[in-house]
């Protein structure tokens, strides 16, 4: 007899009192509940933590930690996965400034129990401002070969959509903290790499919010940097060698040349369907 899985929700948050409420919230109004929702404080410096606890006194479902000082993102992601219940079945990711769809985990769930060899499930994304206002969406590949023939031309998952089974992170490892920025991308190609299937869903499951407040929007070079490193590990293998990869390995070198400014121009139009 099959056991109904233990789904858990991760949620790092660092400075994000405006929006956190709402992802949480977002989590507690699935059709299919989760098992847990453990939200990661790295010390911040607004009112997170105070929203995060008042709403955990409400919803046992949730699970607050802070860390004791700012430890940066790969840490706090990691953290947030050294927390999982140790019977948990699935990790679902979504970011403190995002929002997920009330089907979302009823629907990845269903993607998973279609395909038991699949590592990793995303979707397609809905781009929202600082009000919640839909101002776009981004569309990804959606099958495993699509994806696997792009993945080093950009990255073909948005993090907080993903959700994946804690067997694939027990196999593949957890974040690489060496790794400033983009620790998503090394890990999904790291599960490419050892064999599993990966999957989007052609529909939004997930809004990413679009703030100035964001990593990618402060931190733009280093995010190019640090993608061209990944590159680096990856693109010179039989596995994931192609002259197209090579190209953009050798763009986003020339990319790390280019103005601040028209890198974010550049980002704000990627794979967005107004």
């Not at 233990?6 to 109004?29: H, K, R, T, W």
């Not at 804690?166 to 196999?171: D, E, I, M, Q, Y």
Request: net charge neutral; with cysteine.
């Amino acid at each position: 007899m099959n056991k109904t899985p233990f789904v858990s929700v991760v949620i790092p948050c660092y400075n994000n009192e405006q929006f956190v409420g709402a992802a949480i919230e977002s989590m507690l109004d699935q059709t299919r509940t989760p098992n847990e929702i453990i939200v990661c404080d790295d010390a911040s410096t607004d009112n997170s933590w105070q929203v995060i606890t008042d709403l955990a006194q409400k919803h046992p479902v949730i699970k607050p930690i802070q860390n004791e000082t700012n430890q940066g993102i790969p840490k706090t992601r990691n953290n947030l996965i050294a927390h999982l219940d140790e019977g948990s079945d699935y990790m679902v990711i979504l970011d403190a400034d995002d929002v997920a769809d009330k089907q979302r985990i009823e629907k990845q769930l269903a993607f998973f129990k279609s395909d038991k060899n699949l590592g990793l499930v995303g979707s397609d994304i809905s781009i929202i401002n600082e009000l919640g206002v839909v101002v776009g969406t981004r569309v990804y590949p959606h099958a495993h070969n699509e994806i696997v023939d792009s993945i080093l031309h950009f990255n073909p998952f948005a993090q907080s959509s993903v959700m994946t089974p804690t067997r694939t992170l027990s196999k593949v490892g957890d974040y690489d903290e060496k790794l400033a920025r983009v620790q998503d991308y090394d890990l999904w190609i790291r599960i490419v790499r050892q064999g599993y299937q990966v999957a989007n869903i052609g529909q939004s499951l997930t809004s990413f919010r679009r703030h100035k407040g964001q990593g990618k929007e402060t931190m733009a070079k280093k995010s190019v940097y640090y993608s061209w490193v990944v590159r680096s590990r990856y693109l010179f293998t039989l596995q994931f060698f192609s002259i197209k990869g090579l190209l953009f390995w050798l763009g986003y070198g020339v990319a790390l040349l280019v103005p601040k400014d028209l890198l974010l121009d550049v980002y704000s139009k990627l794979f967005v369907k107004k």
